[in-house]
């Protein structure tokens, strides 16, 4: 089965700008995960999907960083304004229904804000 | 002090030696993963275990739950080895270590 897929694989962008990257799941997966990874650390859960509806964002930045997944299946994430502090990967990763299933990651996307 | 410690941050070894990287965590698990990470960034899931030991080529984990650790071993290792290897427990949501660089030199 095809993996997670995640666009674009690196982005370069000045501090103020925005930003988004997309995820698409395995098919089937109804938990989708975006995780910030800043180098030299383990990534940091940002939000979490069950289907459409968000489970998890306490560790999302909300006056900068948002997400969705209006149909359930791909999903979004958007900086806007980026700062310097947010240069790292941001990987999405996808679950099938129940916490007992592997969680399967994408490539990610490198953000580095100058 | 985080929930999820792994041990070494940084290794260095020969090709051919016998590699343990460590985790150590603090809270009650349903199951825990060892995954590598390469330079270009893509996580890939070597083990997920709750009990016992897996086996998978040169790759072995084991876990003691009562003892809450957990290890990663390679043996023979090779260059093509070196990555980051990252711990992560599954407790109400899934909890990473801050991972081991680990270096095969040749």
């Known amino acids: 089965e095809a993996g997670v897929a995640q666009s674009p694989r690196y982005k370069i962008i000045e501090k103020r700008q925005s930003v988004a990257f997309w995820c698409n799941p395995i098919?089937?997966?109804?938990?989708l995960y975006w995780y910030q990874q800043i180098l030299g650390q383990g990534p940091k859960l940002l939000i979490q999907f069950q289907n459409n509806g968000v489970v998890d964002d306490s560790q999302l930045p909300k006056d900068r960083f948002s997400a969705e997944r209006l149909k359930g299946v791909d999903s979004t994430l958007k900086i806007q304004p980026a700062k310097l502090e947010d240069s790292a990967v941001y990987l999405c990763a996808s679950r099938r229904g129940n916490s007992y299933n592997e969680q399967f990651f994408g490539p990610g996307t490198r953000l580095t804000v100058l | 002090k985080n929930e999820v410690e792994q041990s070494p941050q940084n290794l260095t070894a020969q090709e051919g030696e016998f590699i343990t990287i460590n985790c150590s965590y603090s809270?009650?698990?349903?199951?825990l993963h060892w995954l590598q990470q390469h330079p270009g960034g893509g996580i890939v899931s070597l083990f997920m275990?709750?009990?016992g030991k897996k086996k998978h080529g040169r790759l072995i984990a084991t876990i003691n739950i009562q003892e809450k650790h957990s290890s990663l071993h390679i043996t023979a290792s090779h260059p093509r080895d070196s990555a980051v290897y990252i711990c992560a427990v599954r407790a109400q949501k899934l909890v990473f270590g801050q991972g081991t660089r680990l270096t095969i030199n040749p």
């Open positions: 275990l709750s009990s």
């Open positions: 809270v009650g698990i349903s199951a």
């Open positions: 098919s089937g997966h109804a938990t």
